[in-house]
């Protein structure tokens, strides 16, 4: 049997070929021997919608490869193509049709679909991550709330069961000050009658930030309730551009001056003995650079332990050891911090968060021992404000370095800061694409110490994406 368009077109031969092996449409009626079946276009998609009503997917199959082998395949036999490779079990076949049928839709409702079809497919087949990326590609395309919140269910299932874990965030913020510099040109040290004068370079500096991190994690081995060891790997950076004003200010400054990056790796473990409790613990190595030059080398033991106290109540202790080797100096730092975190969730539905934090510094020169101890206090309410959900959270630090010293002069009673910081997250829930939703932070940050060189001030409006789940 063969297919033969009329003329002027060209004939469909490997079409020919397939429909003589598919099984018989209704709306194909056999031939004599030696006669041709002569189809247009139309009437092969024709014979594959029909193929698929009745559910003869090995028709669909053949006659769809065949269409899509002569370029003349639309969104919908693509689809239609895409479903029945996945019911017979051929999921990258089905993955490629439905990322063609994607590619062609003409509608959300053909989008939404085709993108279901590829998430399922790309599941089935075992690329996990690849299904995430599609299941986002339906939330985008989702008709009402109820199909999205269904969505985000499922991606969470996903996240759950992938090994692979990956988190990516980026943003900009307008700063008053991105170098931490001080509020004056002049340095007071109370007590000491010697006034110092600031280089430029020393004095605050506006300008704009531009962060980028990567966070990714592989589980090893199957998941389990009770324990789950993940290898982890981080990059993060953070990169300033000069305001003009800035550039005038301290013409000898660059923008590199002020980058920091840092590249880390290592294994955590979680594992939760008993109900409610989870206990945690890591080992991390890595390497930083500032102003484009080595940094510090590091390595980093951590902990934590935490337990649900009450149905909306939990208690949280984390911990860490750290020790850092200077690469531009013999330099080295021996941290300690410890923090309690108390979260309750509020009758009304919202979150109230409450954290003590201490530390302590320990380096090989005296004068930048310290001690730290910080509180913070975060609510986020239940309830979103018009367009948008608020976040608030403030917090106090106080950092005593006792032998601190200016060149020679020695601070008397060493140096002490005094930090308050405010902030209000702004998170833009209904201007969303693919579950990703773009979030504003407003900052306040305000340091007072008796060496005036520490007296700091910064205002930043930050601008970034996050994941709405």
Do not use: C
Not at 132 to 159: M, N, P, S, V
Not at 258 to 275: C, E, I, M, V
Not at 322 to 350: C, M, N, Y
Not at 412 to 425: F, I, K, S
């Amino acid at each position: 049997m063969r297919l033969r368009r009329p003329r002027p077109a060209r004939t469909l031969g490997r079409l020919a070929l397939l429909l003589a092996l598919a099984a018989p449409a209704p709306a194909l009626h056999a031939q004599p021997a030696g006669e041709s079946v002569t189809l247009t276009l139309p009437q092969v998609r024709a014979a594959i919608v029909a193929a698929a009503a009745r559910g003869d997917r090995r028709t669909v199959r053949l006659l769809a490869e065949g269409l899509a082998g002569t370029g003349k395949a639309d969104g919908q036999v693509y689809y239609l193509w895409a479903e029945a490779e996945a019911a017979a079990g051929g999921h990258a076949r089905a993955l490629e049709a439905a990322k063609q049928a994607y590619r062609l839709a003409g509608t959300d409702q053909q989008r939404f679909q085709a993108a279901q079809v590829a998430a399922r497919a790309a599941h089935d087949g075992g690329q996990t991550t690849t299904a995430q990326l599609w299941l986002r590609r339906t939330y985008e395309h989702a008709g009402d709330a109820r199909t999205r919140d269904a969505i985000a269910r499922d991606y969470r299932t996903l996240r759950a069961i992938n090994p692979l874990q990956f988190r990516l965030s980026f943003g900009i913020s307008p700063s008053s000050n991105v170098n931490n510099g001080s509020e004056s040109r002049l340095n007071f040290i109370d007590g000491v009658p010697v006034v110092g004068v600031l280089s430029p370079e020393a004095q605050a500096l506006s300008g704009i930030e531009t962060t980028a991190d990567l966070a990714v994690g592989y589980r090893l081995g199957a998941p389990q309730p009770s324990r789950q060891i993940t290898a982890v790997a981080r990059l993060f950076t953070r990169q300033v551009r000069l305001s003009e004003e800035a550039r005038e200010r301290a013409p000898a400054a660059g923008n590199g001056d002020f980058a920091f990056s840092l590249a880390q790796a290592g294994l955590r473990a979680q594992f939760a003995p008993a109900a409610g409790r989870r206990i945690g613990a890591g080992l991390v190595a890595g390497q930083s650079w500032y102003g484009g030059a080595r940094y510090y080398k590091f390595g980093r033991l951590e902990g934590e332990w935490s337990q649900t106290l009450a149905p909306a109540t939990r208690l949280g202790v984390a911990g860490y050891a750290e020790k850092r080797f200077h690469d531009q100096s013999a330099l080295t730092e021996e941290i300690a911090q410890i923090g309690l975190s108390l979260g309750h969730v509020l009758p009304s539905g919202g979150v109230l968060r409450g954290r003590v934090t201490a530390q302590n510094d320990n380096t090989t020169g005296r004068s930048r021992d310290n001690h730290a101890l910080s509180v913070a206090l975060d609510w986020t309410p239940a309830r979103a404000l018009g367009p948008v959900s608020l976040s608030f959270g403030i917090s106090a630090s106080y950092t005593d370095f006792p032998g601190y010293r200016v060149g020679f002069i020695a601070v008397p009673g060493g140096r002490q800061d005094r930090t308050v910081a405010a902030e209000v997250t702004v998170d833009f829930d209904r201007v969303d694409y693919a579950g990703f939703i773009p979030t504003m932070d407003i900052g306040l940050r305000r340091t007072r110490s008796n060496v005036s060189r520490f007296d700091t001030e910064e205002i930043t409006l930050g601008l970034g994406i996050r994941s709405a789940f």
